[in-house]
């Protein structure tokens, strides 16, 4: 099973500030996507990266979000200005293989904002 | 847009088999997966179903009919650790993994 590091585990901000989670595979792969789930509700779409580039984005991904692979191997989403409502688990996920459909997700990320 | 439907919990005692049953509506269907998830915890694969019949690994076996718009996971020989939510996932479109998600079936495994 392909690994997915995600940092940091557990993130505390003030309403506001700006937010950057990582995920870093362990092996190299083009194809990265975002999920979110807020306490108690579904998994939810953010956003596909491929090649550096968006792919495909939900109707969450606004203009307050943002991703990137700034140095070719860890892959970022910014949340620039933080509301409560962003208070979730954060998970980057990868596909295993080629075409085989196995999803993988991260251990995922825990924001909490005040 | 795709509407998931599955049961919210269930209860089983160990030992026993569970089936939970997923329905969907959408459009441009290519693929359904099921997922556990333990309170707190990321997702975990457990199974990808595109054509229609029985996937079977091990305790777990998934099912799909695409002209129904069912799939059902059938978790065998419970045991305690099987309780946890589970998570159906449509994919939408091919070139993309693009899951919408239902709300998760809560199992709980009693002794």
């Known amino acids: 099973e392909p690994e997915v590091t995600q940092t940091p585990s557990h993130q505390v901000t003030q309403m506001g500030q700006e937010v950057i989670l990582r995920c870093v595979p362990i092996?190299?792969?083009?194809?990265f996507y975002w999920y979110r789930q807020i306490l108690g509700q579904k998994v939810e779409f953010l956003v596909s990266?491929?090649?550096?580039?968006?792919s495909e984005k939900s109707e969450i991904f606004d203009d307050q979000f943002s991703v990137e692979r700034p140095d070719g191997s860890n892959f970022t989403l910014k949340i620039r200005s933080t509301k409560l409502e962003d208070s979730a688990m954060y998970f980057c996920a990868r596909i295993w293989g080629q075409g085989h459909g196995e999803l993988f997700f991260g251990e995922g990320s825990r924001l909490t904002v005040l | 847009g795709q509407n998931i439907d599955q049961p919210t919990e269930m209860t089983a005692t160990e030992g026993a088999i569970v089936q939970i049953n997923c329905t969907y509506q959408?459009?441009?269907?290519?693929?359904l997966f099921w997922y556990q998830q333990h309170a707190g915890e990321a997702p975990t694969f457990l199974s990808y179903n595109v054509l229609d019949g029985l996937e079977e690994k091990g305790r777990f076996s998934s099912f799909l009919s695409r002209s129904k718009g069912y799939s059902y996971l059938l978790l065998k020989e419970l045991q305690m650790k099987d309780s946890a939510s589970y998570l159906c996932?449509?994919?939408?479109?091919?070139?993309?993994?693009?899951?919408?998600f239902g709300a998760g079936t809560t199992v709980t495994v009693r002794a």
């Open positions: 996932a449509v994919r939408v479109g091919r070139s993309d993994y693009k899951l919408s």
């Open positions: 990266f491929y090649n550096n580039e968006i």
């Open positions: 959408t459009s441009g269907f290519n693929g």
């Open positions: 092996s190299n792969h083009l194809y």
